[in-house]
């Protein structure tokens, strides 16, 4: 299987300062078509996680620019400029280019 | 508006069976792959179960290979999970996630296995 190993996996950020997880595979995420297919999930606190960036670097619908997705081939980065406190969370990395599909560990945001 | 809401839930002893449900709207269903991805309690996200748009290909985690069998009716744009031989380790929030690169998330079924 592949391994998605994050770090850290806990993040504590001054609000307004900017945070960074890193995130690698075991194997390459880039497809016969070329996507990379990495992609980078919220869960805040008793709720469902929710999609913020898929194929490493596109920004979903509603998500703040303050977030942006960087890497290639085995290596990734989310970065979160400005955290806000409704930024405190569980963010995981995951990847859907072998089966089985799976997660990094999370990396736990919280507010210093 | 996309709303995935699963049902089906509950406490079931070991060695049980219980079928998880989800209801999906406002996305093309039928072409799109769909998912169940569970989280054991104060754990980490597995994806259990993946299904192709007609559902002629299906992939399983293998510790529930055998015991679960993932379907979907794109006429009613639903999906399902039936869940055989239950062990305390499938203890979990089970999501169902659909999509394009698992866009769309519901709330959440827990499922509980305990005697």
């Known amino acids: 299987d592949v391994v998605m190993t994050q770090s850290p996996l806990s993040l504590p950020v001054t609000l307004g300062q900017s945070a960074s997880i890193s995130c690698r595979s075991t194997q390459s995420l880039v497809d016969t078509a070329g996507n990379t297919k990495l992609h980078w999930f919220q869960q805040r606190p008793g709720q469902s996680p929710r999609r913020l960036i898929y194929k490493v670097s596109n920004r979903d619908s509603g998500v703040p620019d303050r977030f942006s997705g960087s890497g290639s081939g085995t290596d990734f980065t989310l970065k979160i400029s400005r955290v806000e406190a409704e930024d405190v969370g569980d963010y995981y990395c995951m990847q859907d280019r072998y089966w089985p599909h799976t997660f990094g560990r999370g990396t736990k945001l919280e507010i210093k | 508006e996309v709303q995935v809401v699963e049902s089906g839930g509950g406490l079931v002893q070991p060695g049980g069976s219980l079928r998880l449900s989800c209801a999906a709207s406002g996305f093309t269903f039928s072409t799109a792959w769909m998912r169940w991805v569970r989280q054991a309690p104060g754990k980490g996200l597995e994806c259990v179960a993946n299904i192709n748009q007609d559902g002629s290909e299906e992939w399983y985690l293998d510790s529930v290979k055998g015991r679960f069998t993932i379907s979907r009716d794109n006429a009613k744009n639903s999906l399902f999970l039936q869940m055989n031989s239950l062990r305390a380790e499938d203890t979990a929030v089970y999501y169902c996630?659909?999509?394009?690169?698992?866009?769309?998330w519901g709330q959440g079924a827990l499922v509980t296995v305990s005697s």
């Open positions: 996630v659909g999509g394009g690169w698992f866009a769309y």
